[in-house]
């Protein structure tokens, strides 16, 4: 064994062979964990493995409203700001942008769990922060307020959340930092930057209803690019000349996978028209002259998306209005800009083209 390690002879371990060992080590750990739990009683359901879950990572801006928090932090720097958390750690705090769609995931995970006891493919959600672990009491008493299913938190203490991200296996990460999540997008997570609603509207409690643009969201930014360089007519040619060949795929098609995957389990059990997911695309594309090889590359993937409204250019936010969806993914600042107005929780996706031409603030 000794001359395993040196050289480069066949025995040496492969890429694979390592990732197969973390594997099998990983699901050791994973099974000693649940034995350990599962000898204690309990009537809260256990947190689903990872590798199963579809996991949403939210920071605790995103979750909760910190501005004024947020301001002790800027202006009297880290010392003040955890003194600040610490003697306000009974004082609940308000929800922020992304604390109505959380509460639409749980709702999805319990309309799951009594059609499914014992599967493990719903959402967890992480708590995924970079305070530090002695705000965590204030955060705590806040999610127990609440009733929300919160078990994992990851309180990186000024560090990047992303090498935590990787490994808790996100399949979207929503945080108040436009800079984190540029990062994130970089490293292939779905992610988007939280925007608050300027209006109060009223949200479903009973259905999950998530928003999609489609170019540099759904998409990759392909077209967006013609658009910018070429104009429009030379986009509505190069689409008409391209129906029938797939769009490649943009950061959020994953994100709409696993809802469509969810949905199908309802749908299995004869729940489509009582399906709590509803999914909607958005899009400033025209029907007519763009819009069939959007439906055909949908169709290409084997997805469905609810409701395709297709708006040839006007303003989405009154569109939005009428939909209230939990949260809306666009990559351009201007559309979250005149989603938020109208009252719509609006996500940026700093993705494609758009990005150079508006940079997010």
Not at 202 to 207: A, G, H, I, L, V
Not at 350 to 360: R, T, W
């Amino acid at each position: 064994a000794a001359g395993t390690m040196s050289g480069s002879g066949p025995e040496q371990p492969q890429p694979a062979d390592i990732a197969e060992a973390q594997l099998q080590e990983a699901e050791q750990d994973w099974a000693a964990a649940k034995a350990f739990y599962d000898n204690l009683v309990s009537k809260r359901p256990r947190p689903p493995k990872p590798q199963h879950a579809i996991t949403v990572a939210v920071s605790s801006r995103a979750l909760f409203d910190l501005v004024e928090e947020r301001r002790i932090y800027e202006e009297h720097g880290v010392e003040k700001y955890v003194e600040y958390q610490q003697l306000n750690e009974n004082v609940t705090l308000k929800p922020g942008p992304a604390f109505y769609f959380v509460k639409a995931l749980e709702h999805v995970n319990a309309r799951l769990l009594e059609l499914y006891p014992d599967d493990e493919e719903r959402f967890d959600i992480v708590l995924m922060t970079n305070n530090h672990a002695q705000v965590g009491v204030r955060l705590i008493n806040s999610i127990n307020h609440y009733g929300l299913t919160i078990e994992r938190f990851c309180m990186t203490g000024g560090k990047s959340p992303i090498g935590y991200l990787t490994a808790y296996l996100t399949n979207l990460y929503l945080s108040a930092d436009s800079e984190k999540v540029q990062e994130a997008i970089e490293a292939g997570i779905a992610s988007a930057t939280m925007f608050t609603a300027n209006k109060d509207v009223p949200y479903s409690d009973t259905q999950l209803r998530v928003a999609f643009d489609g170019d540099a969201v759904l998409f990759s930014d392909e077209s967006e690019q013609i658009v910018k360089e070429q104009g429009l007519d030379r986009f509505f040619e190069h689409e008409q000349l391209n129906e029938n060949k797939p769009l490649a795929q943009g950061p959020l098609k994953g994100f709409l996978e696993d809802l469509g995957k969810l949905q199908k389990k309802f749908y299995a059990k004869n729940e489509r028209l009582n399906c709590p997911i509803r999914t909607f695309l958005v899009t400033a594309r025209s029907a007519a002259s763009s819009g069939a090889r959007v439906l055909k590359t949908l169709r290409s993937w084997g997805l469905e998306i609810d409701e395709a409204l297709f708006l040839a250019g006007a303003p989405k936010g009154p569109i939005l209005v009428k939909i209230r969806p939990h949260i809306f993914f666009d990559d351009q600042m201007f559309h979250v800009e005149g989603a938020q107005k109208l009252g719509t929780i609006a996500a940026h996706v700093p993705y494609g083209v758009a990005q150079k031409y508006h940079k997010s603030a």
